[in-house]
């Protein structure tokens, strides 16, 4: 079975930093896109970032420059460095895998999802 695990959730000040970590097992890991996606309270899930089997990566625009998604295929965990955090940045963070459409490309809807970490940060 999948499995996603993630950590490194907490509660910072703005301009603070956390590293959210996402374990995952049940499948070759390198072989698929991998992506954080965050939900905040009275709001849609959206998408934070996301990496391809070839290490590619998009960002979405509100964490560019401030977010790095990367991953380690020898240990099958997916990070989340996230540095000069805002309020804005609040909810729960989420790991998900999914399929890879071509080089640069993840399939939309992700398939599988972890149970998420909480984010807060504070003004």
């Known amino acids: 079975d999948v499995q996603l695990v993630e950590s490194g959730g907490g509660a910072v000040q703005a301009g603070g930093s956390l590293r959210l970590s996402c374990t995952a097992s049940?499948?070759?890991?390198?072989?698929?896109?991998m992506g954080w996606f965050r939900q905040a309270p009275g709001k849609e899930r959206e998408a934070v970032a996301d990496?391809?089997?070839?290490?590619?990566?998009t960002y979405a625009d509100s964490v560019k420059g401030r977010f790095t998604i990367s991953k380690d295929n020898a240990k099958n965990t997916l990070y989340l460095q996230m540095n000069s955090l805002k309020p804005e940045d609040t909810g729960i963070y989420y790991c998900?895998?999914?399929?890879?459409?071509?080089?640069?490309?993840?399939?939309?809807?992700?398939?599988?999802w972890g149970q998420g970490t909480q984010v807060t940060v504070s003004s």
């Open positions: 998900a895998v999914g399929d890879q459409l071509r080089r640069g490309v993840c399939a939309r809807p992700f398939g599988y």
């Open positions: 990496i391809d089997s070839d290490g590619d990566t």
């Open positions: 049940g499948f070759t890991y390198s072989e698929y896109c």
